[in-house]
């Protein structure tokens, strides 16, 4: 699929970022494989830099893994306000090159795009290698219990790596707040802290103008409340039956710092009073 042409850049790690950032240049041509928070990012940082930007994504919408329609439709409006053009239910059918560097792309759909360089933003696997190297057990990354410990309780393992149990099932969180965090339970439980480690998700997303940030995680909702200040401001809460499950907020550090301590302990909000736009959300901390 022409994967392996010059100036095809893939998202792993910061020296990924570091070696594409003279490719975005005004007048460049680029396109952005796949519609999640690295390929949006991405994007907006393209559009920013004037270089004529195409994102294509195949499922039906944007961050259909992630996030709710509510909030593919926010960042979808944000991209195309920019400049960008994103293509939905639209895969990549292979990558055109000349003398080894990438000059262009196929769709599924047949269009036909001419490029200066692509990015690849469609997601990761966990390496596990030296820990299925080691015997250590192994479950979407390194499995662990909840207190950092592997199959070999002298060997801890803790960040993006390690699946780790989260309510009724298991869970490995790609987020620098989940690494910092378990990190900081391995080390205590190196030195006899025997506590479980217990998630608190939290993730942020910089696109534009617009900070996104999101606490909690949405796997399971029934339901979205919106709340919407204005035309920049918004945040939508995922709601299962009447449990509230996480917050998307997009320029509202308010309601993402609430809704941060709703779930912390437990509480759920009234969803009518989430709609209404006036009301001053700290109430909802009262009682």
């Not at 999640?36 to 830099?49: D, R």
């Not at 994102?55 to 509510?70: C, G, M, N, Q, Y």
């Not at 400049?83 to 196929?106: F, K, Q």
């Not at 910092?180 to 534009?208: C, H, M, N």
């Amino acid at each position: 699929m022409g994967g392996d042409l010059a100036e095809v850049y893939y998202v792993r790690n910061l020296a990924d970022a570091d070696a594409m950032a003279e490719e975005f240049r005004a007048g460049s041509r680029a396109l952005v494989i796949g519609g999640g928070y690295i390929g949006l990012e991405a994007a907006a940082v393209a559009a920013k830099n004037g270089v004529t930007t195409t994102l294509v994504e195949a499922s039906d919408r944007i961050l259909k893994r992630v996030a709710s329609s509510e909030t593919s439709d926010w960042f979808r409006d944000l991209h195309r306000s920019h400049g960008v053009t994103i293509l939905e239910n639209t895969s990549l059918a292979r990558l055109n090159g000349r003398d080894g560097r990438v000059v262009g792309a196929t769709l599924s759909d047949g269009t036909e795009l001419e490029l200066d360089f692509a990015v690849v933003g469609i997601g990761i696997r966990p390496n596990q290698q030296l820990a299925e190297e080691s015997g250590l057990a192994v479950e979407n990354g390194i499995r662990v219990n909840a207190f950092c410990e592997t199959s070999d309780p002298d060997i801890l393992a803790a960040g993006d790596c390690a699946s780790f149990p989260y309510r009724e099932g298991r869970l490995r969180l790609e987020s620098v707040g989940n690494a910092i965090d378990q990190a900081e339970k391995a080390a205590s439980v190196l030195l006899g802290d025997r506590t479980p480690y217990i998630a608190k998700p939290w993730f942020w997303s910089d696109q534009y103008d617009t900070k996104l940030q999101i606490v909690g995680l949405s796997a399971g909702f029934d339901e979205i409340v919106a709340r919407r200040v204005d035309e920049k401001t918004a945040s939508f809460w995922y709601y299962a039956k009447d449990r509230l499950l996480a917050v998307d907020a997009m320029n509202d550090p308010r309601a993402y710092m609430v809704a941060k301590r709703l779930l912390d302990a437990g509480r759920s909000p009234d969803k009518a009073l989430l709609s209404e736009p006036q009301r001053d959300l700290k109430l909802l901390l009262e009682g």
